[in-house]
């Protein structure tokens, strides 16, 4: 074998070794990579169930502050102004966790640092569901008010020109206000609901 065919042949095993190496890189690097897309599905999956999880103490807040805001709603009907007032009251401190419990969460999604579609979406509906709570807490301030003002008008001696039921009416306008904003906070949220279900069905 001449020392020109051995140069050959050590430069053909160099380029073997060369190519070996990088064809063993880059199935390393793309190992890498699919395992890094495995652990970040995994903790995107994993973030949005403990979200679920902490809804289920959320919804114990909206479920209080809904049959309080019922039980006002009673009260105007009957035209109980003093429990209406009380009920709304402890309406709105439930409607206040409902919405610290939900900017919570929130915080806490944020935190993962994923950059992903379905955290965005996610992240949107927490959003809205803020909305909707925040807007029953200014409801029942509001209602609260009216109830204030009907209890003087019909329930003590005033006089031919007071305001008193004007001013409960003007609260009324208002409140029915904040329950419009509610509402189409929840169609938002209906909407954005039924993204995160196509997103999700996408990547399972």
């Known amino acids: 074998m001449t020392t020109e065919t051995k140069n050959k042949n050590v430069k053909l095993l160099g380029y073997a070794f060369s190519i070996g190496i990088l064809v063993l890189s880059i199935l390393l690097l793309l190992s890498l990579v699919a395992f890094a897309d495995s652990q970040k599905e995994n903790n995107l999956f994993a973030g949005i169930l403990k979200a679920e999880m902490d809804f289920s103490k959320i919804s114990i807040d909206n479920q209080m502050a809904e049959r309080y805001y019922a039980e006002a709603s009673y009260d105007y009907e009957d035209g109980n102004y003093k429990s209406l007032e009380t009920n709304c009251r402890l309406a709105r401190e439930y409607y206040l966790q409902e919405s610290q419990g939900y ?43 009216v109830a204030r003002y009907y209890e003087i008008y019909y329930n003590t001696n005033v006089p031919y020109d007071d305001m008193s039921y004007d001013m409960g009416s003007r609260e009324i306008e208002m409140m029915n206000d904040k329950i419009k904003e ?22 399972l």
């Open 103 to 145: 900017k919570s969460i929130k915080a806490e999604i944020k935190s993962l640092g994923i950059k992903d579609n379905l955290i965005d979406i996610y992240v949107n509906t927490l959003d809205e569901l803020i909305i909707i709570s925040n807007s029953m807490f200014e409801a029942c301030e509001h209602f609260e008010s």
């Open 182 to 203: 509610h509402d189409y906070a929840v169609e938002r949220y209906n909407n954005l609901l039924e993204e995160f279900k196509v997103e999700l069905k996408e990547k």
